[in-house]
């Protein structure tokens, strides 16, 4: 049975994750050689890429020859979206997936064959079943109300049966009748696992306090949006369940999932090659950080290859107690990753990410969400949603501290019932204006 390709790939992953981690390469460099020679001969872009290259398929044997691909840029898969497809395959049989939107709200779509999506399931149920979340009742608290519709035709299409899930986008809390209605089946369940963006899930939670709706929660599982290690704290302590991380993107689905001791975070290697480059495109060694690079190794019908998504990372060579062979990404300052936008210049002109800012975030009582925008390298305007305990004392001390990691800047604090989700119903923590003109 055609639907039911993900059981056996999923007692596959269940079986290779044992496996040791050169054994793995071997897989991964099989099936690396097969994309590959499939890519040359049937993909327009990679076809040419390689002739201007001087490069043939075959000479790439091993990860370590993987490096004579000159890396692909979210730009050129833009830009040439349908040469990415392969010729041989029949493109009504092609099911395509949206990236969300960048600031300028443009989508891509990368297409895959059902079975290539199976593939990509199985490993999210595999790190479902590490989490204790395998075929419980799946709230979703992400994306925008269009990307709601959308997951729910290709969730349907390709997994409701497997997952039971009710979706919400942040976009929606604001429209009474859909927040109405998640909560009523929020409240049905007992054994309910939270998914979703942690600013989406954080927002949800203050709106369940405001209507006095007490529940329990098996796991919280984080996606798309970084997760600040002082609201896993706070999810931890509010719920007293497992709060686990993971990553992945429309491009390639699951690359990496946190492992169930917490600590590293499981590279899908079966189904994913992550590298780590400098600046110069250049490998790193294990423990330093880089750009990522991703190569999805099940998607033929319009292969990625070395695809650099905009995340910093930094691969680790420790052997994870879990035993579990899979490559590992070791978390920087808690996360899994940065994304190469989310940071503040310094008054010295240093990048301050992210995670540096989630002291903010210490404390529910106080703080309940921020954003920083910084208006020229001497501004920064510092918005703010005020909790009970907020006070005269909070905002000086926040203010130390963002002088010590700023340097010399002149601060603003603005304080504001609310700060509205973006377009792709994430919450953006840091802006400069030069990336957005109307924040
Ligand atoms: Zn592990």
Redesign the pocket.
């Known amino acids: 049975m055609g639907s039911m390709g993900y059981v056996n790939y999923l007692k596959g992953l269940e079986r290779s994750q044992w496996f040791k981690r050169k054994d793995l390469e071997k897989l991964q460099e099989r099936k690396l050689r097969y994309l590959l020679k499939t890519s040359y001969k049937h993909v327009p872009y990679y076809h040419d890429l390689f002739k201007k290259a001087g490069i043939t398929p075959e000479e790439i044997r091993s990860l370590d020859d993987l490096e004579k691909i000159p890396v692909l840029t979210r730009e050129s898969l833009k830009t040439q979206t349908n040469r990415f497809i392969a010729n041989n395959i029949d493109p009504r049989k092609l099911i395509p997936d949206y990236t969300s939107g960048t600031t300028t709200g443009e989508r891509l779509s990368i297409k895959r064959l059902k079975e290539t999506y199976d593939r990509a399931i199985s490993a999210e149920l595999r790190a479902y079943r590490w989490y204790g979340a395998y075929r419980k009742m799946f709230y979703y608290v992400t994306g925008t109300d269009v990307d709601v519709e959308k997951n729910r035709t290709l969730k349907k299409r390709l997994y409701n049966f497997v997952t039971k899930t009710i979706t919400i986008s942040p976009l929606e809390f604001s429209m009474k009748k859909r927040l109405d209605r998640f909560l009523k089946e929020l409240k049905k369940n007992k054994r309910r696992v939270l998914y979703g963006t942690p600013s989406g899930i954080c927002k949800l939670v203050d709106i369940l306090d405001e209507r006095n709706i007490d529940i329990n929660l098996d796991v919280i599982i984080s996606t798309d949006e970084p997760l600040l290690k002082e609201q896993r704290k706070y999810l931890e302590d509010r719920y007293g369940c497992e709060v686990y991380d993971i990553y992945g993107t429309s491009e390639v689905w699951g690359i990496a999932f946190e492992?169930?001791?917490h600590?590293?975070y499981?590279i899908t290697s079966e189904n994913v090659i992550v590298e780590v480059v400098n600046e110069n495109l250049e490998r790193v060694s294990p423990g330093e950080r880089g750009r990522i690079l991703l190569t999805d190794l099940n998607n033929t019908e319009m292969p990625i290859i070395r695809y650099d998504i905009g995340d910093f990372g930094i691969i680790s060579d420790d052997e994870?107690?879990?035993?579990?062979g899979?490559h590992?990404l070791r978390p920087i300052d808690g996360q899994m990753v940065l994304r190469e936008t989310n940071y503040i210049l310094s008054s010295s002109g240093k990048k301050i990410f992210l995670p540096e800012f989630g002291f903010l975030l210490e404390d529910h009582s106080k703080v309940k969400q921020f954003q920083i925008l910084q208006r020229s390298r001497k501004k920064i305007l510092v918005r703010i949603v005020k909790g009970r305990d907020y006070d005269k004392k909070t905002e000086e001390s926040i203010f130390r501290r963002l002088l010590s990691l700023l340097g010399d800047v002149e601060i603003e604090f603005r304080y504001v019932k609310d700060i509205p989700f973006d377009k792709n119903g994430e919450h953006r923590y840091v802006m400069r204006t030069e990336f957005t003109r109307s924040p």
């Open positions: 492992c169930s001791l600590g590293l499981h994870c107690e879990c035993g579990r899979l590992a």
